[in-house]
Each structure stands twice: as structure tokens, then as C-alpha cells.
């Protein structure tokens, strides 16, 4: 696999990005630092961002090996142990005190659930309570800014990177869904105009929903343009 590009207001936040691009978790990459960016003057002014490039450590190694053999070591690959060290105690206290201080410092009430699962390093958080809207912001801003911060936190806890899910009134799911619906229709609207439609600006998880909802699709193709966190899919149709 080649090397993508991605960017961040920090390396982690890059780092970041570039997992959730490629839905892996950090010991399976490899990667190259581009720029270190820059903070500015008080975090406001002359600001620049950090930008790395990453791929697979596996889609690599497979490059080197003999086409017979590729099917081989593609099941050696997936079978393969992840090496995730976990404290379960330390990162539900991590994650539980960090979310329940902010969402007091919002003035809202909430119970955090935590949930990890160790074999494939995910801990899934679930907030509860009254007000859980404020919580999501428009478009899932506010719960996505949360989701990477309590990541952070999360992760200094725990000698193996940990993907960290936070959700709220099964948001992450109605999104899903409404996203798959958006790929679907602007699918259509390109097979009938016969133009390329540019989507808003997503995340790296929103955009992988639509690449998935239209893998499939035998007249229209799907890819990402520019930088962090103007970058957006295209969607076209295949000639």
C-alpha cells in the first residue's frame, strides 16, 4: 500500500487521523514525519500543522513476497496476536474522570459507561443523561473534538495505542446510517448527471462510511481530496 498523507494541529492529532484513515492501530504502521508544525503565538496566530506521511506495516511487507505466496502470508497476517497491553483499571479511571470534569464544567450530568476490549485494544465510552445533545454539537463536532481528547488521555495510560469510540445516544449509529443514505443518493445524482459531486468536509471515520457505502458500486468511485480538516470525498463516475 502507498504511503497517504495526513495532517494535524499536533504529530498525535496527525497520528491519529492517519489510524482512524486507515482503521488499524498504531503498532501495524509504519510512518514519516513531513513537518513538525508550529503553535504560534499564543496558539492563535502563525499556526501551522503537523503532517506526517503512513501506511501498513503488513500491506509492506507484503510487497517483497512472491505472488503465490501472498495469500499465505495475508492469513498469517490477520491470525497474528495483537501485542495490547492494557491497564483496565487505569484507563476506565482515566477516561471516566477526564469526561465526568468536562461534562461539569458544561454545566450537564452524565454517567460514563466504559467498555474495552483487550484483544483488539478498543474501548468504547457511552454517556448518558439529560442534555446529551450539547454533548454532540452540529454534526457530531463537540462529541468528535471529545472522542479525541479523552483519546489522548486514554492513550498515556497505555503502552499500545487504544482506539476510543464515545457515543451518546447511539449517535454514532444514526450517523452511520445517515451517511450511508447521502452516499446512495449522491450516487444517483452522478449516474444521472453524469457530473463529480464534492461532499462537505468529514472526518476520517465519516469519510470511510461513505468509501464503504459505494465500494460496490459498479458506476460510481469514490476518493478523498485536500487537507485536514477541509478534506472531502468525491464522488464520480467510473469510466
Known amino acids: 500500500m502507498d504511503y497517504i498523507e495526513v495532517t494535524g494541529k499536533t504529530l498525535d492529532e496527525a497520528l491519529t487521523n492517519g489510524l482512524l484513515e486507515l482503521q488499524t492501530s498504531s503498532d501495524n504502521v509504519e510512518y514519516e514525519i513531513i513537518d513538525k508544525g508550529t503553535s504560534g503565538v499564543l496558539g492563535l496566530f502563525g499556526t501551522k500543522p503537523a503532517k506526517i506521511r503512513i501506511r501498513k ?22 491470525a497474528r496476536p495483537k501485542p ?42 457511552n454517556l448518558s443523561g439529560k442534555d446529551m445533545g450539547t454533548l454532540i454539537g452540529k454534526r457530531g463536532q463537540t462529541l468528535d473534538s471529545l472522542q479525541y481528547l479523552v483519546s489522548l488521555v486514554i492513550n498515556k495510560e497505555s503502552d499500545s495505542y487504544l482506539r476510543v469510540k464515545l457515543d451518546t445516544e447511539n449517535y454514532r449509529k444514526r450517523r452511520q446510517e445517515t451517511l450511508e443514505a447521502l452516499a446512495k443518493n449522491i450516487a444517483y445524482k452522478v449516474k444521472r448527471t453524469r457530473r463529480s459531486v464534492s461532499l ?5 471515520y465519516e469519510r470511510r462510511i461513505i468509501h464503504s457505502a459505494l465500494q460496490n458500486d459498479k458506476y460510481v468511485s469514490t476518493k478523498s481530496e485536500g487537507e485536514e480538516p477541509f478534506r472531502h470525498i468525491v464522488v464520480f463516475l467510473k469510466k
Open 84 to 125: 495490547v497491553n492494557i491497564d483496565s483499571e487505569a484507563v476506565t479511571k482515566a477516561a471516566t474522570t477526564f469526561l465526568t470534569d468536562v461534562c461539569s464544567a458544561m454545566g450537564i450530568e452524565a454517567k460514563v459507561e466504559v467498555t474495552i476490549d483487550k484483544e483488539e485494544g478498543d474501548v468504547n465510552i
Open 57 to 78: 506495516k503488513e500491506e509492506v511487507f507484503e510487497e517483497y513476497v512472491k505472488p503465490a505466496e501472498k495469500e499465505e502470508v495475508k492469513e498469517v497476517v490477520k
Open 200 to 204: 462537505e468536509p468529514m472526518n476520517p
